[in-house]
């Protein structure tokens, strides 16, 4: 499953998500002992940091990250886009309980063929979604494509650990306590035991760093957090 390719990956990864959407936001919650939270707040952080303008995040899933984009100064019109109906709708539910939901919208959308045009956003964020998407390049050159110039590119992704004392036990989480929370909580070993494999079959941090590279990014970093699990990758575009 996850060494799934193409349109199989789409069908496998859209019935996938379609299944667990309710209980989503719960497992991540558990799995991530709430820092998943933590993550997202900093991820809109550096996405925005020194812009100002419309801000969009594919492949938004519930949300979470679009809502603390528009928290974030710099944020204008946030705009949420998913693959998935089911995630669009718990999505808007969630941005229609908050003050400020005019400032936020989500709709759908195929993260390899973006609806906006060249140019549009002051940022443009993924999280935990490029493991995912069939085709990586074309998602970050999707990405790269609908950013303004001088505008930022950022994913917030969960990576393998490569080395260090902790390495062991995050795998063993992954591979062994993940999926039997999956199966308790969200009904669904299958969705939590694919979460592992797609995650040791992803491209290391530093072949993430390469792709930004290539789809034109420049000054491009990264930084880790979540005991070496989870990943910052940013660039910006150039100016013309
Ligand atoms: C692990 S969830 C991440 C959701 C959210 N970004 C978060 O931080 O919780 C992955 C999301 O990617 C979406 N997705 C998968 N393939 C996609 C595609 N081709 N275009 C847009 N969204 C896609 C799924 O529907 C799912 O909501």
Redesign the pocket.
Known sequence: MAGLRGSEK?RY??AM?SRI?GR?DLM?FLMTFGM?SRW?RKAARLALEGLEGPVL?????????ALELERTPGAEEVIG????EP?VSRASVKGDGRRRRRRVSFAM????SLPFRDDSFACVT????L????DLEQ?LREMARVVRPGGRVLS?ETMPVERGALRPFVKFYFRRVVPLVGAVVALDMSAYTYLPRSVEGFVSPEELEGVFARVGLVDVGRESTGFGAVHLHWGRKVTA
């Open positions: 789409r990864v859209a998500f959407s989503y991540n998943d997202r995040d594919v492949a938004t899933g519930t949300g979470d990250l886009m998913d693959l998935l995630m959308g195929d993260a390899l993924s999280a935990f979604s493991r995912n998407i069939p998602s917030l």
